[in-house]
Antibody
């Protein structure tokens, strides 16, 4: 059974970058994709992008293009999400999740526990 | 990009049936997935492929999808079902992105 454990909470200054990690266990890391989703306080879920570790190729939601970088290290089964040029609106809980799919669709299961990123001067 | 519309809130008495809708243009041609999120917790997959349940999800939770509306139905609602519910589709036409509905807060009266 796949489990995803994320790194701890972060407090960052506006304009800086944050790196969140997501360690997978319980299955072969390269067999599936990892997606990142964020949730601002009191708000809904927002898709950021994802990566297929075995290929190393990432895709990003248009909103985050140029500001987010998603990578994966197959040797450690860890995926990373770096968000740069942080602003207060980026304050949110960031989740990683295993992306599963077939027949032209994808869903997320399971999810990591979430990482709170606070952007404040 | 593709837009999913959910009612902000739904209220239901214990033991009754709750229906949460997810609207989208010709959503019946897509596969819809549903998540439950309780306060302070990560989302949990509830339904995938419109109506399939992962192991461990009670049969009280069911889904359907046709036309411009997908529906999550919760039968015999319990106090523990109070949570936020999100629908999600995969938008292959838009750089292969996942799209979430805005979420529906289910209140058990």
């Amino acid at each position: 059974q796949v489990q995803l454990v994320q790194s701890g909470a972060e407090v960052k200054k506006p304009g800086s970058s944050v790196k969140v990690s997501c360690k997978a266990s319980g299955d072969t890391f390269s067999n599936y994709a990892i997606s990142w989703v964020r949730q601002a306080p009191g708000q809904g879920l927002e898709w950021m992008g994802g990566i297929i570790p075995i290929f190393g190729t990432a895709n990003y939601a248009q909103k985050f293009q140029g500001r987010v970088t998603i990578t994966a290290d197959g040797s450690t089964s860890i995926a990373y999400m770096v968000l740069s040029s942080l602003r207060s609106e980026d304050t949110a809980v960031y989740y990683c999740a295993r992306r599963i799919g077939g027949s032209g669709t994808n869903w997320l299961d399971p999810w990591g526990q979430g990482t709170l990123v606070t952007v404040s001067s | 990009s593709y837009v999913l519309t959910q009612p902000p809130s739904v209220s239901v008495a214990p033991g009754k049936t709750a229906r949460i809708t997810c609207g989208g243009n010709n959503i019946g041609s897509k596969s819809v997935h549903w998540y439950q999120q309780k306060p302070g917790q990560a989302p949990v997959l509830l339904i995938y492929y419109d109506s399939d349940r992962p192991s461990g999800i009670p049969e009280r939770f069911s889904g359907s999808n046709s036309g411009n509306t997908a529906t999550l139905t919760i039968s015999r609602v319990e106090a523990g079902d109070e949570a936020d519910y999100y629908c999600q589709v995969w938008d292959s036409s838009s750089d292969h992105e996942g799209v979430f509905g805005g979420g529906t807060k289910l209140t058990v009266l």
